[in-house]
């Protein structure tokens, strides 16, 4: 089981902890949502719980709960920013599908 982050995405999480003074990196998961049936939940970490698995990566940390694993295992974090837009993406190699507005996905 692996996520992994680009160095750009790794760099914004931490510019959103130093601004934010606290934090021990991104917690990612995943919820029900949209219509293709699940979202990308992003979140702060602020603790490991016993049910969560710790990946690092360019001296960040990345929490994933149990639940949300199996469907985020392979994914690949990265930011970009276009024009006046900029966001979180994912390479995700379990999704089977995509709602046409980007918002969800099927695994």
């Known amino acids: 089981m692996a996520i992994s982050l680009t160095e750009a995405a790794a760099g914004r999480i931490r510019q ?16 029900k949502s949209g219509c293709s049936g699940f979202a990308y939940d992003l979140d702060y970490a602020d603790e490991v719980g016993a049910d969560d698995t710790v990946f690092e990566e360019f001296g960040v940390k990345v929490v994933v709960d149990r639940d949300s694993l199996g469907a985020l295992d392979g994914t690949v974090v990265d930011y970009a920013r276009d024009g006046l ?11 089977k599908n995509e709602c046409g507005c980007g918002e969800s996905f099927s695994v």
């Open 16 to 31: 959103m902890l130093e601004r934010r003074g606290r934090g021990l990196g991104l917690r990612l998961g995943i919820r």
């Open 85 to 95: 837009n900029e966001n979180f993406r994912f390479r995700n190699p379990n999704v």
